[in-house]
């Protein structure tokens, strides 16, 4: 496993973010541009490569980052690389359905779509800089997704994305070819990981969403990891929250 650190979210520069996990490799880069997908397409386009390079290598890249949406690169990297069909399938875990747009939006936050994108929306923005192919809807899995805005859940009920329970998500849940295993650790219940940016109750325990993880590994099929550490700035350091969660985060993960 290959440990790739890109301390960004979204277009800020994150340097001191808490990972759970020393680095391989950091990718940074100077973010020039009028608007937040010119700035980002730079960054994006050397991840893609590094993971492509990575896979090619006969290494999973684990893709550690402030946000989802980073996941685009992580993504068209992989189905670079991938010399089968090129039909990545996607096992995502996060609180959230990242299936907003910006039509629908009302936090107007960008975060809030990366999964929607990968499944062929407005691929102008990002996909078509990189190469990206949209997901087919019937191989993604969105695991727990307990906090859904209303566009949300009418775009998941008439979309073949499925959505499951933590506890739920069997080998038979894992949809078929090389598989991208993103995890939002906003997916853990907020009580537990203490700084996160959009804690959301209710949710299962890092422990719980660890064996879920496993779940997913034991089927020999995943390609390439994303994991967001989506926490505050200013929780971070070698005593702060960010440093805390990290460290409960490397305990119950096999990384
Ligand atoms: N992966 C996340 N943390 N997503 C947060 C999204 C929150 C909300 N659905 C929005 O679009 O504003």
Redesign the pocket.
């Known amino acids: 496993m290959t440990r790739i650190l890109v301390p960004y979210h979204l277009d800020e520069h994150r340097p001191g973010l808490d990972v759970p996990y020393e680095p391989a490799v950091t990718i940074s880069r100077d973010l020039a541009g009028d608007d937040v997908w010119e700035r980002v397409a730079p960054l994006y386009a050397d991840v893609a490569d590094a993971v492509a390079g990575d896979i090619r290598a006969g290494a999973v890249p684990l893709v550690m980052s402030g946000?989802?949406m980073v996941s685009q690169a992580v993504v068209a990297g992989l189905q670079r690389a991938d010399d089968g069909d090129g039909s990545a399938s996607v096992v995502w875990f996060?609180?959230?359905?990242?299936v907003?747009t910006l039509e629908t939006?009302?936090?107007?936050?960008l975060?809030?779509?990366?999964l929607r994108m990968l499944a062929g929306y407005r691929p102008e923005l990002v996909a078509d800089g990189l190469g990206l192919r949209p997901v087919p809807e019937d191989r993604i899995v969105l695991v727990d997704g307990r906090?859904?805005?209303p566009p949300?859940r009418d775009y998941l009920a008439a979309s073949e994305i499925r959505q499951v329970f933590t506890a739920e998500l069997d080998a038979d849940a894992i949809p078929p070819g090389p598989v991208y295993l993103h995890i939002?650790l906003?997916v853990v219940d907020g009580a537990e990981l203490p700084g996160?940016?959009?804690p959301t109750p209710g949710g299962p325990s890092l422990s719980e969403v660890g064996q879920a993880v496993r779940r997913v590994l034991d089927s020999g099929r995943v390609a390439a990891i994303g994991l967001?550490c989506?926490w505050h700035e200013g929780v971070e350091g070698d005593d702060g929250v960010g440093a805390a969660a990290a460290d409960a985060v490397r305990r119950a993960f096999p990384f």
């Open positions: 946000d989802c996060d609180a959230h359905g990242d907003q939006t009302t936090s107007g936050y975060g809030g779509m990366p906090d859904l805005d949300e939002d906003d996160l940016l959009f967001g989506t």
